[in-house]
């Protein structure tokens, strides 16, 4: 039987969670009591998978106290684990909610700078993989000591294996994938601005930048999020804009991985690009809906999904 999904996180953290009255200088600010979540880019898609009833397979390293605290979490959520080991300790992360004033304050502390031994075996992790999974997410930032080219290392890792590579990032790293040819990639507004170096204030710009990264054989398919616009899907078959049902924000952290966690699960499933698209937008706008860093329920994301509407561009 083929494994279906497996996930991979180079710069993993525990994402650490509370909210206090109201955030000021110099006082000790009294915090509502904290909690703990497993976190990083491929760690949360595989949250979402697992909560969506797919098996997903997290690949992730993990170093020192913090990092044995991260494994426990994660297998403590029902996922298995294909664990890197490092000697430095696994990052946290600390997001505050301040209830006066309904805004969130996110507190991200740099990865430990990984060896080269470290991406050695986290590629030999993926090659060794069986049975090989149809789908490899590569998700988060790249931490130091890890080159620009790393995620493309992992595109043509998993292309050797038969599996599809799914690559969500930013910067050097992006650009770096985009030169194996990932079967889709997902960049925000800012993102692909930032990789195109356009300004991309309408629809037709976006869809023709990623036209362009298909057509030179960059990437399989763009699925581009635009926030509280929605997003915009676009394959070598069509294009597609789909809006993004109206919640009240509890939280921003993880939606994007919950994008991708639940159109990528739609896709092993067997759905189409365009349904899949539709799963991706409900299940990122439900992770608002969740405080913290809890991600998105399956129960709002399935009512969401009706709200979903997409329509075809020429």
Request: glycine letters at 12%.
């Amino acid at each position: 039987m083929t494994m279906k999904i497996a996930t991979l996180t180079m710069n993993p953290a525990i994402d650490t969670s509370t909210s206090v009255a109201e955030v000021m200088p110099v006082h000790k600010l009294r915090c509502a009591a904290g909690r703990r979540d497993p976190g990083g880019g491929g760690i949360n898609v595989a949250r979402v998978l697992r909560r969506f009833g797919h098996a997903a397979t997290a690949i992730y390293v993990v170093g020192g106290i913090t990092g044995k605290l991260l494994r426990k979490l994660v297998e403590g959520e029902g996922i298995e684990s294909r664990i890197i080991e490092a000697d430095e300790e696994t990052r946290e992360d600390f997001t505050v909610l301040e209830e006066r004033s309904g805004n969130q304050f996110r507190f991200v502390l740099p990865g430990p700078a990984l060896s080269e031994t470290v991406c050695s075996a986290a590629l030999d992790t993926i090659s060794a993989l069986h049975p090989a999974p149809e789908y490899i997410v590569a998700s988060g930032s790249l931490p130091q000591g890890v080159p620009a080219d790393f995620y493309a290392r992992v595109v043509s890792a998993g292309r050797q294996v038969g599996s599809r590579v799914v690559v969500d990032t930013s910067g050097a790293a992006l650009s770096g994938a985009l030169a194996t040819c990932p079967f889709m990639v997902k960049p925000s507004l800012r993102e692909l601005r930032e990789l195109t170096g356009e300004e991309l204030g309408e629809e037709v710009s976006m869809v023709a930048a990623a036209r362009r990264l298909i057509a030179e054989g960059q990437t399989e398919a763009v699925a581009l999020t635009l926030g509280g616009e929605g997003a915009v899907l676009v394959t070598g078959d069509g294009a597609w804009r789909a809006n993004a049902p109206h919640v009240e924000m509890r939280s921003a952290v993880g939606a994007g991985d919950s994008f991708v966690g639940g159109m990528v699960g739609a896709l092993a499933s067997g759905d189409d690009w365009e349904e899949a698209f539709r799963r991706g937008i409900a299940a990122g706008s439900a992770a608002l809906l969740s405080p913290g860093t809890e991600l998105c329920r399956p129960e709002d994301a399935e009512r969401l999904f009706v709200e979903v509407k997409t329509r075809k561009i020429a």
